[in-house]
């Protein structure tokens, strides 16, 4: 086969992660390597920069400027909402076409992955040789095809650290505490809180995933069931957790009509309506007074400071690899992450179609009933996070009392 020469161009689309940069640096420096790439262009704000022109020439950034960016969360080119149809990518693609554009590399999830498959598409009817690779990233871990996504690992760290920094203070001052975690339809995320438990009577006590369907009258059963046997509740609750009819509980606890996002879902993310609408359910149930609810919000995402060195490795890994894949091998593909032995990985591109529009929910080896997770999803997910802050307890014994007998 003819080397295939030209420009290269990258994006990165959706939700800001704390290591999506390390997958934007690694396929500019990788892409250096290779003579077939002759510049090395970045998208401003995802796919909508494409089709508005708005570019960065990153063949002319410093490794060491790159480098510094590699450590920064969030996405540095900007990102996008945008869900392209085919109208759009054709956009897209006569804008390729016009800067001679090679290889395409979108960073991203669901969406991103069938932008590549669609605007390859476009390429295949033209005739024009064009290698769209989709590099994988999403904090709420639910792509499929792959192991795991690079962005989860440090999401994961954070949540189990932020549950963790909970139970001590509710361990301090008792209540009924609900966190309110990132996870539409996969409770990956949510299920991390699990590593806040290190004694018997560490919450959180109850965790609540999308998987599975939410009762409410359990739910203020096994509230009620915990704060009697610990003197205190903690509950982590994914954002989208449902009843057995499909209905989000937060639609069907609101009073009025609930906000929708641009793709008509209805709006999880960026309010603590569902933690609120909880605690005052908790409080209409029982005589529990003293209820708290807090919404981790975009703070799970790009938490400075708070990131997995696998997750980081691994996301610059999946950026190299785009590249290598994209020069040597398959016009098109997405890049997955195999797990093998323990704990290694491999990299290998699988076809974009087994992962556009498809989403990834916990297996059922991983949920303990209806508000736990199994030591087997454990096993998957430590490693990603990696090692965690050490917490501990007074271990004295109590003085006897003299005047209270």
Same mark, same amino acid.
Not at 85 to 114: P, Q, T, W
Not at 275 to 294: F, H, P, Q, S
């Given at each position: ?27 500019? +420096? ?16 995802? =796919? ?91 904090? @709420? ?5 792959? @192991? ?42 949510? $299920? $991390? ?7 018997? @009577?560490?919450?959180?006590? +109850? ?15 096994? =509230? ?11 509950? $982590? ?5 449902? @009843? ?32 609120? +609408? ?22 799970? *995402? ?36 195999? *797990? ?52 501990? *307890? ?12």
């Amino acid at each position: 086969m003819a080397k295939l020469v030209g420009k290269a161009l990258v994006a990165q689309g959706g939700g800001p992660t704390a290591v999506i940069n390390q997958s934007l640096v690694g396929v500019v +420096l990788e892409a250096r390597k290779f003579p077939e790439i002759s510049k090395i262009y970045g998208a401003k704000h995802g =796919v909508s920069g494409i089709v508005n022109e708005e570019f960065y020439d990153l063949t002319q950034a410093t490794t060491h400027n790159l480098e510094q960016v590699a450590l920064t969360p969030a996405s540095a080119l900007g990102s996008t909402r945008d869900k392209p149809d085919i109208e759009y990518c054709k956009k897209m693609f006569k804008v390729m076409l016009a800067h001679e554009i090679r290889y395409f590399f979108y960073i991203g999830g669901n969406d991103s992955s069938d932008t590549c498959r669609i605007v390859n598409d476009q390429a295949i009817s033209q005739g024009y040789e064009l290698r769209c690779i989709h590099i994988p990233k999403t904090i @709420d871990n639910d792509l499929v095809g792959t @192991d795991h996504c690079p962005g989860f690992g440090s999401a994961a760290k954070y949540v189990a650290q932020a549950f963790s920094g909970i139970n001590q203070d509710n361990r301090a001052l008792s209540g009924v505490y609900i966190g309110v975690v990132m996870g539409r339809h996969a409770g990956f995320l949510t $299920a $991390a809180s699990v590593f806040a438990r290190k004694f018997e @009577d560490d919450g959180p006590h +109850l965790i609540y995933l999308p998987e599975k369907a939410f009762d409410q009258k359990k739910f203020i059963k096994d =509230v009620q069931t915990n704060y009697e046997k610990y003197g205190r509740c903690i509950i $982590a609750v994914s954002e989208g957790i449902q @009843d057995k009819d499909g209905t989000p509980i937060m639609t069907s606890l609101a009073a009025g009509e609930v906000e929708k996002d641009a793709h008509g879902n209805v709006q999880l993310s960026g309010s603590g309506a569902l933690g609120d +609408l909880l605690a005052e359910l908790i409080k209409a149930k029982t005589k529990i007074k003293r209820v708290r609810a807090d919404t981790l919000g975009y703070m799970q *995402r790009s938490f400075l400071g708070c990131i997995s060195e696998t997750d980081k490795n691994e996301a610059r890994e999946v950026g190299e690899r785009a590249v290598q894949f994209s020069v040597w091998h398959n016009v098109d593909g997405s890049i997955a992450i195999k *797990r093998v032995g323990d704990y290694a990985v491999q990299y290998e591109l699988i076809k974009l179609e087994d992962v556009a529009g498809k989403t990834k929910h916990m297996p059922d080896e991983f949920i303990d009933g209806d508000n736990n997770v199994t030591t087997a999803y454990k096993n998957y997910a430590r490693p990603l996070i990696g090692e965690l802050p050490v917490t501990d *307890r007074i271990a004295s014994p109590s003085v006897h009392k003299i005047i209270g007998g």
